[in-house]
T-cell receptor
Framework: LAKTTQPVSMDSYEGQEVNITCSHN???????ITWYQQFPSQGPRFIIQGYKTKVTNEVASLFIPADRKSSTLSLPRVSLSDTAVYYC?????????????FGTGTQLKVEL | DTEVTQTPKHLVMGMTNKKSLKCEQHMGHRAMYWYKQKAKKPPELMFVYSYEKLSINESVPSRFSPECPNSSLLNLHLHALQPEDSALYLCASSQVRQGAWGYTFGSGTRLTVV
């Protein structure tokens, strides 16, 4: 099982770009990298997923280097509403279901 | 329908009560999960069901009893809980086939044991 390591917390200001890096040294060949956002007392919400290189959607970009041992979630022009915990998960679909372990996550605090 | 629905949203129960948490999805996902999350901690995996069969039990105490009556429903039966079992209980589902995938989480049930 791929173990992930992220910074515990980050601070930013509105309008800035935020980059959160996740380390996953023992990622397997079939594993995808997925990032989730969680607000207090809510379930985690899917943000973005990638396998290699760069993926972009309407809310974020995900950068994955060629060795895939790390990934970086980029949030452009953050706002106060982006204050949340961000989790990086690494895994692949399995017939028996996935035993994925959440890391500590990164608490992002956005201020005015 | 791209949602996982959990009921109830809040539950207060005594230590001698029996209650159930419910989870429903209609995305055709064949894996369903129960997670427990304490305040300011990451979610912890409790159970995994695949094709309606229990495939992973993370050594959860028997006072928690999961059930998967069909491919869309997942229950968690609670009996004789302790105050330390108070937490946010999250249900999730996922595909099991190869390729891009991800968990879809419900909004959770906030459980308080008194």
């Amino acid at each position: 099982l791929a173990k992930t390591t992220q910074p515990v917390s980050m601070d930013s200001y509105e309008g800035q770009e935020v980059n959160i890096t996740c380390s996953h040294n023992n990622i397997a060949t079939n594993d995808y990298i997925t990032w989730y956002q969680q607000f207090p007392s809510q379930g985690p919400r899917f943000i973005i997923q990638g396998y290699k290189t760069k993926v972009t959607n309407e809310v974020a970009s995900l950068f994955i280097p060629a060795d895939r041992k790390s990934s970086t979630l980029s949030l452009p022009r953050v706002s106060l509403s982006d204050t949340a915990v961000y989790y990086c998960l690494v895994g692949a679909p399995k017939g028996g279901g996935n035993k994925l372990t959440f890391g500590t996550g990164t608490q992002l605090k956005v201020e005015l | 329908d791209t949602e996982v629905t959990q009921t109830p949203k809040h539950l207060v129960m005594g230590m001698t009560n029996k209650k159930s948490l419910k989870c429903e999805q209609h995305m055709g996902h064949r894996a369903m999960y129960w997670y427990k999350q304490k305040a300011k901690k990451p979610p912890e995996l409790m159970f995994v069901y695949s094709y309606e069969k229990l495939s992973i039990n993370e050594s959860v105490p028997s006072r928690f009893s999961p059930e998967c009556p069909n491919s869309s429903l997942l229950n968690l039966h609670l009996h004789a809980l302790q105050p330390e079992d108070s937490a946010l209980y999250l249900c999730a589902s996922s595909q099991v086939r190869q390729g891009a995938w991800g968990y879809t989480f419900g909004s959770g049930t906030r459980l308080t044991v008194v």
